[in-house]
């Protein structure tokens, strides 16, 4: 057995509504704001998707999603030869760590961020460097001098999850213009589509030009396809053949692949989605207590507090389930009814 597995945990899910219900005595109806899911779920042609190929279950899904390929390949302006697929981002991550990451290597990410950056660099026995957040974001001066001859991979994700903030395209730019070009920076966009910030940098168009910056994005929030598991990268097509070496044969299912293609083309219903969340989002800022919560670009906010138990509770018994962590809690943004009852909690919370 890997000696570093020893250091890391399984993936621990927080208790389900039921348990939760029975534990806190709860009566009404409980939601799920736990882990940034889109609580209007998927377009409905998505469900139709389905139902037109539920007759080719038997079948093995076209090895590397050819369809889908074609799909991201239009709507994104990007050669078919720079995607690969995995079954959610959390495949990709592990794909790409696996495929690049050997003993000795480092990888930099920040502090506060998506932990599965870390959980796959440790388990190829590579070191992680994480670099304190700068006023709550992403510092990426600190992370730039943190690359040094052993760095494999530089992990970056905007706007970041937990925390919900972002860096401009003005930032990025001159980041991406220091970082040796041997190294890839990887920028997780799960969340691109519900940034409003004009000055949110315009990843694709960067690649045209810095050819080691590449681009990861999921069907799992905004699309709201969670539940059936697809994400991607977007990088130069060598490297992109190489990691398609580690690709399970038939990792993105059939289902799946159709699914996120009616989601993709559907850009009327997502736009419905991301402006419903926008307006949502805003009526938490407006509130003086807001001072304790992060500026968030996402469909999440997080709140400052040193009470996050007491105030996970507090939540919990209006019928919300959040994520707390050590320094605070992250909320996901729910429908009107439930921020409007998590909005009382935040008001009259003793941070
Ligand atoms: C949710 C999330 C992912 C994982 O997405 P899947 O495609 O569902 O695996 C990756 N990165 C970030 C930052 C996320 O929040």
Request: hydrophobic share 40%; aromatic share 10%.
């Amino acid at each position: 057995m890997k000696s570093q597995l020893n250091q890391l945990c399984a993936y621990e899910p927080g208790l389900s509504p039921e348990a939760l219900k029975k534990e806190y005595g709860i009566e009404g109806e409980l939601f799920k704001l736990a882990s940034n899911e889109n609580l209007y779920g998927p377009t409905p042609k998505a469900k139709e998707a389905i139902k037109q190929h539920l007759d080719e279950l038997y079948y093995y899904p076209e090895s590397g999603s050819p369809s889908l390929r074609k799909a991201i390949s239009k709507h994104l302006n990007v050669d078919e030869s720079r995607i690969l697929f995995g079954a959610g981002l959390d495949e990709v991550i592990l794909m790409i760590s696996r495929a690049v990451l050997t003993p000795g290597d480092k990888i930099v990410t920040s502090e506060a961020t998506f932990g599965q950056y870390y959980h796959n660099a440790i388990v190829e026995s590579a070191e992680v460097v994480q670099v304190p957040l700068k006023e709550g974001g992403f510092d990426l001066e600190g992370i730039l001098q943190s690359i040094d001859d052993h760095t494999a991979l530089v992990w970056l994700c905007n706007p970041n999850n937990p925390t919900g903030t972002y860096f401009d395209q003005e930032t990025l730019n001159d980041f991406l213009e220091r970082v040796p070009s041997h190294i890839p920076v990887l920028i997780d966009e799960a969340y691109v589509e519900f940034v409003t910030a004009p000055d949110f940098p315009n990843t694709l168009e960067l690649q045209e030009t810095i050819e080691n910056a590449f681009l990861l994005r999921t069907f799992s929030k905004a699309y709201g396809l969670a539940g059936l598991r697809v994400g991607y990268v977007v990088a130069s097509s060598d490297a992109i053949e190489k990691w398609n070496i580690i690709r399970p044969p038939f990792n993105v299912t059939r289902i799946s692949e159709y699914a996120a293609i009616a989601a993709l083309e559907d850009q009327a219903y997502l736009k419905e989605i991301t402006h419903k969340n926008a307006i949502e989002r805003e009526k938490f800022y407006q509130i003086p207590q807001s001072k304790h919560f992060l500026p968030s670009q996402t469909n999440f906010i997080f709140v400052k507090t040193n009470n996050s138990k007491a105030l996970y509770d507090e939540l919990l018994k209006v019928g919300c389930i959040t994520r707390p962590f050590p320094d605070g809690v992250r909320i996901t943004i729910g429908f009107p009814e439930q921020n409007k009852k998590m909005l009382e909690v935040l008001k009259d919370f003793n941070y």
